[in-house]
């Protein structure tokens, strides 16, 4: 009999992880099938799963005239790039100054910190600050600086770091190291899983963004990715406009729906071959993040 | 007593202030001086001016908020819809989770684990991409099925009564990877022990994850609740604002503060309404976090967040 029950819990178990999961991957399926349908198919007979009439003349378009589609590559890139080696250096050294036990006003300073996240000033006063205050409208800091630190991180941060033991700390000031080079020769070397789980986090947030873009970028020479990928699923004439303006001579119609998929999966593409390797990252840093608490 | 004045300690911390002082320069930026920029909410704003040379108003923004009958349906929203997530994402994230840890082999675990975790890495515009794909009344997939199905297509963009159950969906959807791995690696750490225990006292399985694993699964369900309901007044813009865009047929149902700031701001350039609305949000928000917390400190000193 104690079988039983073992087996009915491993019947529901199958078959409910089975059908999330489908349904986790399956529109990406679809995704991708789409942008390989040939349009005229779409239009009769809808998105399909399958394709059956098979074309990459969405992505033979695409290709052809490719300049916005890299630039707005480049700047995700260098934005990326950029956002998260920056927010790292400043949340693990933040991180650093709050976990030191010997720092007789870190809990002052740690409030000052989370404070914020308990009360703002809303959407408008930040918003005019960075545009009319600090001039940043159309400039790549609207895109990296707003999105450089964050509270929940340097918490995580300061957490692991507190777990290393104090007397590593101790021996080195006897031998007369300083603060900021016991931070960068001893703390942070120790600290690689944080910095691997927090870098993730920062490396895919400044990935995705669009929503600085859309507040703060204009400039056509500015536009992420992700925003990149908005206007031109919300705007089809903006995309044939774009086509033309690259030169194209547009003889037959574009496929328009098509071309839409294929867009989303040339923006998604590096996220979903990177996204197996790095998972397993996200996995163990929110593991450490969960039994710590 | 020379080592315990001020200005010792002011030179004994130097290079710990010096470390501290970007982030601390960041947070009085872009956190504490936007919390002076309230005064805007209780002005009547122009470019000219700026912040501190507009004339004030007094609560005039604050009356055009509530008299347009906006503040009472976006408030309600942003509440629900949060009710809502919370409820069912932790529900699922707690089954996938237990699931996960109790059924099936390395192989197995590895590969749903993944399966589920897909969605999260992917911008909310791919999203609305997505849901475009499935729901859109033409080619979408759902009606091209009703369609084979010999049965009526709807009009899903133009309906606002189904949102309320799509966007539950999709924020299950999306959030059920991150969720499921806080929780399983919550579930890992219960002390194997306790299951020996009930397996020589007869549990079935069942029994087992009633009396052993849901239990324990207890303070770190608080504490993720604590979190997300503090945030109970703030709409995930970036999803709503995918979704849904700037469809006003379907408002009713799915405008939230958030979205209703940004059109203000941006589309209706209204910004002394935008900022009360925004204030608006803040007090409720601080207000909500505040009396939660007081709740939990009372019931348990050591649940509550501060």
């Given at each position: 009999m104690k079988q039983l029950d073992r087996k009915i819990f491993s019947a529901i178990g199958y078959v409910s992880l089975i059908l999330l999961a489908v349904l986790c991957i399956f529109p990406f399926i679809l995704v991708v099938s789409s942008s390989l349908t040939e349009e005229s198919k779409i239009i009769?007979?809808?998105?399909?799963?399958i394709p059956t009439a098979f074309s990459t003349e969405a992505y033979s378009i695409l290709f052809k005239y490719p300049q916005e589609m890299i630039n707005a590559y480049l700047v995700t890139i260098g934005v990326t790039a950029t956002g998260t080696l920056l927010g790292l250096f400043l949340t693990s050294m933040t991180a650093y100054a709050l976990s030191r036990k010997d720092f007789k006003w870190r809990n002052k300073f740690s409030f000052f910190f989370f404070f914020t996240t308990l009360f703002s000033g809303g959407l408008v006063p930040w918003y005019l600050l960075i545009v009319n205050y600090l001039d940043m409208k159309d400039t790549p800091m609207a895109l990296i600086v707003p999105m450089?630190?964050?509270?929940?991180?340097?918490?995580?941060?300061?957490?692991?770091?507190?777990s290393i033991p104090e007397a590593?700390?101790?021996?080195?000031?006897?031998?007369?190291?300083?603060?900021?080079?016991?931070?960068?020769?001893?703390i942070l070397p120790l600290s690689k899983p944080a910095l691997a789980t927090i870098g993730l986090?920062?490396?895919?947030?400044?990935?995705?963004?669009?929503?600085?873009?859309?507040?703060?970028?204009?400039?056509?020479?500015?536009?992420?990715?992700?925003?990149?990928?908005?206007?031109?699923?919300?705007?089809m004439d903006g995309m044939r406009k774009a086509m033309m303006g690259a030169g194209a001579v547009v003889t037959t119609a574009i496929p328009t729906e098509s071309l839409k998929m294929a867009m989303t999966v040339v923006a998604t593409g590096?996220?979903?071959?990177?996204?197996?390797?790095?998972?397993?990252?996200?996995?163990?840093?929110?593991?450490?993040g969960a039994v710590k608490g | 007593m020379k080592g315990h004045t001020f200005w010792n300690d002011l030179k004994n911390y130097k290079v710990i202030l010096l470390m501290l002082l970007p982030a601390v320069a960041f947070f009085l930026l872009f956190a504490y001086i936007p919390m002076a920029g309230i005064v805007i909410a209780f002005k009547k704003y122009d470019y000219a001016g700026g912040i501190f040379g507009s004339a004030w108003n007094g609560l005039d923004n604050f009356r055009f908020f509530f008299e347009s009958g906006d503040a009472w349906r976006v408030t309600r929203n942003t509440a629900l819809y949060n009710i809502a997530f919370i409820t069912v994402n932790n529900a699922l994230q707690i089954f996938a989770a237990i699931m996960l840890f109790e059924v099936g082999g390395k192989w197995f675990r590895k590969i749903t684990q993944s399966a589920l975790f897909l969605p999260y890495f992917i911008s909310w515009v791919v999203v609305?991409?997505?849901?475009?794909?499935l729901l859109n009344y033409d080619i979408g997939t759902v009606n091209a099925l009703l369609r084979g199905l010999g049965l009526e297509p709807v009009d899903i963009y133009n309906t606002p009564a189904y949102w309320p159950y799509i966007l539950v969906i999709v924020a299950a959807w999306k959030s059920l990877g991150y969720g499921t791995v806080m929780y399983l690696a919550a579930i890992s750490g219960i002390d194997t022990e306790m299951y020996e225990a009930a397996e020589i006292d007869g549990a079935?399985?069942?029994?087992?994850?009633?009396?052993?694993?849901?239990?324990?699964?207890?303070?770190?369900?608080?504490?993720?609740?604590?979190?997300?309901?503090?945030?109970?007044?703030?709409?995930?813009?970036?999803?709503?604002?995918?979704?849904?865009?700037n469809n006003g047929l379907l408002?009713?149902?799915t405008d939230v503060i958030d979205t209703f700031v940004f059109r203000s701001l941006i589309t209706s350039n209204d910004i002394g309404m935008s900022a009360a609305a925004g204030v608006f949000q803040s007090v409720l928000g601080f207000a909500t976090i505040m009396t939660v917390n007081y709740a939990v400190r009372k019931y348990d000193k050591d649940r509550a967040l501060f």
């Open positions: 009769t007979d809808g998105y399909q799963f450089m630190l964050n509270v929940f991180y340097i918490i995580v941060m300061k957490s692991f770091m507190s590593i700390v101790e021996s080195a000031k006897i031998d007369g190291a300083g603060d900021f080079r016991i931070y960068v020769r001893l986090f920062l490396a895919l947030a400044y990935w995705n963004d669009w929503y600085n873009a859309l507040l703060f970028i204009s400039d056509e020479n500015l536009m992420p990715l992700q925003y990149y990928l908005y206007k031109m699923l919300g705007n590096p996220i979903l071959l990177a996204y197996p390797f790095v998972q397993r990252y996200f996995v163990q840093g929110l593991t450490i | 609305g991409a997505i849901a475009y794909n079935n399985i069942f029994q087992r994850i009633m009396k052993v694993t849901l239990p324990n699964l207890y303070p770190t369900v608080i504490i993720l609740v604590l979190l997300a309901v503090g945030n109970i007044f703030r709409g995930d813009f970036g999803m709503f604002y995918n979704m849904v865009g408002f009713s149902a």
